[in-house]
């Protein structure tokens, strides 16, 4: 790695072969940019499908929505251009050639031990879990990539949730923690989930201070236009394209900061927990669409600059108490699953899986090397469940994003349901994930071998 000063920081990139602008209490990273004097060396193409990690940075995350799909409506048939796609899925059209849709895949111990909690516990470690007190369930695969990877960013993961948390026990005698988190720092201790936006902008810029209230924009904007004048056309058209981006998601996050501000004096005032407070009254945006949109954002700079390469998103937790009335949906998430083939629940599956194409489609309009970001990424989509009716987790259903440098093929539609129980682990789908990303285990969850024909 090049360890050179950049005359842009006056710091050593130590993290990353990109560089910074720094400012007054904030650190911007940059996308990868092919002109810049210190790091203008050339890009080797990525290696394709002969296991060795690719050139350029390899990125995953994982997204998720509790209380399963609409099973009429949730399948894939042909490949490539020509692949057809369930009504739920139609979102992922567009890039239908850059996704695999992986259906019949499941988790043995989460199944015969109680619904909800029991069955999402365990949904990215693969291994059993305790009822009662003490929570226990494993590390998580997002974080088994991230203690590898991480080391090569300044953020070894983000962890982000659009919904809060749930406290106390369900009726299966599992703890709600398990319904709240999918992302497992140790076996007995979940990864706190970021829910404010503006807190996790402040994380991808460092943005530290009193100084927060003025842009991240205007603090660097004298180091930015010194870049713009050392480098190529192309590059400055990438670096106006991520400013503007950066710009479109501060003007989102200052309303917000502000809101956050005012819950917490009204918790400070009343005496109460902000995480007891319901939405808007705790800070969070009162329009869910415009929380998930800035939540994919930040994944999408955060990934775009190299900032970190692990992220994982809650879009709705198990047992989610969202309430969709710009979906003409009466009632909670939870409720609506109990009839899942209705054709608003169809409405609520197609609402979050389109916020997987969002990021999608936002990756692969960022160009990086021969490809694009997406194309050195998985993003996977899942549910806890396949039917919220029947609560039925012998199957789940799952979606993927990208190449991974070149590593993963798509354009497929892969069915494991009759491949026999032995066959069709997730966890053998999360060792041929990890295994592309360089994160090499012998066993992870409960499989050792890896998914035939990923």
């Known amino acids: 790695m090049n360890k050179k000063l950049s005359s842009f920081t006056g710091q050593a990139p130590d993290f990353t072969r990109r560089t910074f602008l720094q400012g007054v209490g904030v650190t911007m990273a940059l996308p990868w940019l092919e002109s810049l004097p210190v790091f203008g060396a050339a890009v080797p193409a990525a290696k394709a499908l002969d296991g060795q990690n690719p050139a350029l940075p390899q990125r995953f995350a994982v997204m998720f929505m509790g209380c399963g799909v609409n099973p009429d409506h949730w399948w894939a048939k042909g490949s490539g251009a020509d692949m057809e796609l369930g009504k739920t899925l139609e979102p992922l059209d567009s890039i239908k ?17 109680g619904i909800h909690p029991a069955q999402t516990g365990n949904l990215l470690t693969g291994v059993p879990f305790r009822k009662g007190a003490i929570i226990h369930s494993g590390i998580s695969m997002d974080q088994v990539i991230a203690n590898t990877v991480g080391q090569n960013t300044i953020q070894s993961s983000m962890v982000l949730a659009c919904e809060q948390p749930m406290t106390g026990y369900h009726e299966s005698n599992f703890s709600n923690a398990y319904s709240s988190h999918i992302s497992w720092q140790t076996a007995d201790s979940p990864v706190p989930n970021e829910m404010y936006p503006s807190l996790a902008f402040d994380s991808l810029f460092e943005n530290r201070g009193q100084a927060r209230n003025i842009s991240v924009l205007d603090r660097v904007k004298d180091r930015a236009a010194k870049l713009s004048r050392q480098i190529s056309a192309s590059d400055n058209a990438k670096l106006d394209e991520y400013l503007t981006s950066v710009r479109d998601v501060e003007r989102s996050i200052d309303r917000m900061r502000a809101d956050k501000s005012k819950a917490e004096e009204r918790a400070s005032v009343s005496g109460k927990a902000l995480f007891t407070m319901k939405r808007p009254e705790n800070g969070l945006p009162e329009d869910f ?5 800035l939540m994919c ?4 700079l955060a990934f775009q600059t190299d900032k970190t ?3 994982s998103l809650i879009l709705a937790r198990d047992l989610s108490s969202l309430t969709y009335p710009f ?10 699953s109990h009839t899942d083939t209705s054709e ?7 609402f979050h899986l389109s916020q997987m194409a969002y990021l999608a489609k936002k990756l692969d309009a960022m160009p990086e090397g021969e490809g694009t970001v997406l194309d050195n990424s998985c993003l996977m989509f899942m549910s806890n469940m396949f ?12 979606v993927t994003a990208g190449g991974l440098g070149g590593t993963l093929k798509t354009g497929r539609a892969l069915d494991y349901l009759e491949a026999g129980d032995e066959n069709r682990k997730v966890s053998s789908l999360y060792l041929g994930i990890m295994d592309r990303m360089g994160v090499k285990l012998d066993r992870f969850g409960d499989a050792d ?3 035939a024909g990923l």
């Open 297 to 300: 954002d930040i994944v999408a």
């Open 387 to 398: 039917s919220g009716t029947r609560h039925d987790n012998k199957k789940l259903p799952i």
């Open 309 to 311: 390469r692990v992220a």
């Open 327 to 336: 979906l003409n949906v009466n009632g909670a998430h939870h409720g609506a």
């Open 449 to 451: 071998n890896r998914l």
């Open 97 to 113: 050639t850059k996704i695999n849709v992986i259906h019949g895949l499941y988790t043995k111990s989460a199944t015969g031990q």
């Open 344 to 350: 608003g629940y169809e409405r609520i599956a197609r």
């Open 289 to 293: 669409r415009e929380h998930t949109r």
